[in-house]
C-alpha cells in the first residue's frame, strides 16, 4: 500500500541502517528503527491492555492479529497527505515525508514486541516501561507517543517552543 502511495521501500540514500538517531534529518523515519520506534513498542503495550479490556474472551492470537492490523491501518494512515502535512504544520517535524516501508514494517515489529511484552511482564514493569520509553524520549528529543498526539489533535505554540529549544 505505501509502495503505491509513493513511499520507498528503503530510504532514499540507498542503504538501510539498524539506527537512526540523527535528528531533524530527511533520514528519519527511514531505516529500521528511531527515536520514535519507543513510540511503537508502547502502541503494543496500550493494545494488548485495550484489548484485553474490550475483547479478554477472544483468543489471545485474535487479539494479537486485530492490534497488528490497527497498527498497520495506522502506518497507512500516518503517511497519507493529511497526517504528514499535519505533523509538517503543527509539529516540530518540518522536513518529514513519510516513512520508507521498511520503517513501517518495523515499527509494526516493535508494535508485536511490545504487545508480548505486555503479556509476560507483570502489569507493574509493563506500566514502569511505557513511563521509562516515554520518558527517555521526553528528555532526549523532546517527542514521544504522548506529545505526539497532543500535537496533532491540539497543537500548542509552548509545547512546539519547547521541542524547538532543543
Known amino acids: 500500500m505505501l509502495l503505491g ?19 531533524g534529518t530527511n533520514q528519519n523515519s527511514q531505516h529500521l528503527t528511531d527515536w520514535w520506534t ?6 503494543g503495550f496500550l493494545f494488548y491492555w ?4 474490550v475483547a479478554r474472551k477472544l483468543p489471545i492470537g ?11 491501518f ?9 497526517i504528514m502535512d499535519r505533523y509538517r504544520t503543527a509539529t516540530i517535524s518540518l522536513d518529514y515525508f513519510g516513512d520508507s516501508v521498511i520503517n513501517s514494517l518495523s515499527d509494526i515489529v516493535a ?13 507493574w514493569a509493563s506500566v514502569a516501561v511505557v513511563i521509562g ?32 529549544a532543543l
Open 111 to 123: 508494535m508485536m514486541i511490545g504487545f508480548a511484552l505486555a503479556r509476560t511482564i507483570p502489569v
Open 50 to 53: 485495550f484489548l484485553w479490556l
Open 38 to 43: 519507543a513510540s511503537h513498542i508502547i502502541h
Open 5 to 23: 502511495m509513493g513511499h520507498t521501500l528503503i530510504c532514499k540514500c540507498g542503504y538501510v541502517l539498524a539506527w537512526n538517531g540523527v535528528l
Open 74 to 82: 495506522w502506518e497507512i494512515l500516518e503517511n497519507t497527505p493529511l
Open 62 to 72: 485474535w487479539r494479537f492479529a486485530m492490534a497488528t492490523a490497527i497498527e498497520a
Open 133 to 164: 520509553l516515554e520518558t527517555t524520549t521526553m528528555i532526549l528529543i523532546r517527542d514521544g507517543l504522548l506529545l505526539n498526539i497532543v500535537m496533532l489533535v491540539w497543537p500548542m505554540q509552548a509545547i512546539l517552543d519547547w521541542q524547538n
